[in-house]
């Protein structure tokens, strides 16, 4: 995330386009709100069009107006978005939902800022700055011949990926922990706080729904529970077939007991060391003691090699909460 801090700042002082990618959720908008208001252009509209809300007939008229008498229904001169946003940015949202007729129609306005209203025979020039996003793979989008190739290459200036929720790490606590106080705050509870089964449940859960997902959770948990802290049961999460709770049931019925085997690198890791003073045939002198962090770190960076470097399972697997192996990684790479 500071990574995309990072970009949001550096992208804010300049009026190049912005594309923003990421799964639904994740916050996309409000990244691009940030670039915003950010910007020169604060005081100036932000105007928001959902490429994939609108229907066919009306893009083009939602994105450049249209003048009285159009098409039938039209019975007055109307705005489009590209003439609200004058001055201001413009926040082309789900942009490969949009029809392939109103792409080339983008394109043409990208490269010469001017553009012309349904039924309108006078073009018009405005001074806008394009931000957009998508949940869809864009250069998928491109090579399966949805979205164009020369619009993507002119939007594609600055790209921001956000990342999904089960990739933030503790992140997920700390958004959680704010997300419960602005709930508390709207609707009263008290002195709320997750219990520490209820931190465990949050870090495990996968949240295919991200950050809207957890909003809903955990509105949800206030309302219904106002003033007491806030156990895993009282987070109502639907199970996902092939969660990650039964890939790990299924990883423990097919695993090895571990028993006093030997530390061996595995194959798709040379970074993780090779240790065998948990052999009791190791054990002669003093001198082959082990020191007891060393050892944690040698089964921790072994558990995330085994479990392809998946932080929950190997937490899980190890009887640990994640934010507990996040919390020493730290720790050791300061070191």
Known sequence: MRSVYRTIDAAAASDV?????????TGKEV????IHSLSLRRDKPFVALNCGAISRELAESELFGHCKGSFTGAIADRAGAVRQADGGTLFLDELCEMPSDLQIKLLRFLQSG???????????????????????????????????????????????????LRERGEDMLLVAEYLLRRYVGEYGGGDMEFAPCATEKIMAYPWP????????????????????????FMLPL?????????????????????????FET??????????????????????????????????????????????????????????????????????
């Open 17 to 25: 386009t912005v594309f923003i990618t990421g799964e639904s959720g």
């Open 31 to 34: 990244a691009a709100e940030a």
């Open 114 to 164: 001017t553009f012309r209203p349904v039924g309108a025979a006078v073009t018009e020039h405005v001074d806008v700055r394009i931000v957009c996003t998508t949940n869809r793979d864009p250069l998928e989008e491109v090579a399966s011949g949805r979205f164009r190739e020369d619009l993507y290459y002119r939007l594609h200036v600055i790209p921001l990926r956000m990342p999904a």
């Open 209 to 232: 729904g991200n950050i809207r997902q957890l909003q809903n959770v955990i509105r949800h948990a206030v309302v219904m529970h106002p003033g007491a802290p806030l156990t895993a």
């Open 238 to 262: 639907p199970e996902l077939p092939g969660s990650q709770e039964a890939n790990i049931n299924r990883m423990l019925a097919s695993s090895a007991p571990p028993v006093i085997a030997k």
């Open 266 to 335: 595995p194959n798709n890791s040379a970074d993780v060391p090779q240790r065998t003073g948990i052999d009791p045939a190791d054990w002669r002198t003093a001198s082959d003691i082990v020191r007891v962090s060393e050892m944690e770190k040698v089964a921790i960076d072994r558990a995330i090699v085994l479990c392809d470097g998946n932080v929950v399972q190997a937490a899980m697997l190890l009887g640990l909460n994640p934010s507990t192996i996040y919390r020493k990684k730290r720790v050791w790479q300061a070191a």
